[in-house]
């Protein structure tokens, strides 16, 4: 149950940041969804094995390079979900920032 109000809750916070950012479209809220799931299993699988690969990299530029593997993980997303689309890198890179302020600030009134 709290997996699935955690993924609502992604889905409300895509659903805004698709809104206010120009260059990010979401045809929909079942599109939003479905993102929600696959970013969130990108995240499970994918960006811990990134990191862990680009270690030297994100040390060296004190972790903002992981900005830019959540950028890459979100264009990556939208070539597998339909119904939702990244104009550009820049557009994946502040989805990603926005994304994650949202997704706190709807986490923290959750609780």
Excluded: C
Aim: glycine share 6%; net charge neutral; charged share 5%.
């Amino acid at each position: 149950m709290k997996t699935l109000i955690h993924f609502l809750v992604s889905t409300v916070a895509i659903l805004i940041t698709a809104y206010v950012l120009p260059g990010v479209h979401v045809s929909g809220l079942v599109a939003a969804f479905v993102l929600a799931v696959v970013l969130g299993a990108i995240n499970l699988i994918l960006r811990p094995i990134l990191i862990m690969l680009t270690l030297p990299i994100t040390i060296l530029t004190l972790g903002l390079f992981v900005l830019v593997i959540n950028a890459l993980l979100v264009m990556l997303a939208s070539y597998i979900v339909p119904g939702f689309a990244v104009d550009s890198f820049w557009a994946a890179f502040l989805f990603g920032i926005v994304l994650a302020i949202i997704n706190w600030v709807l986490q923290i009134l959750e609780e």
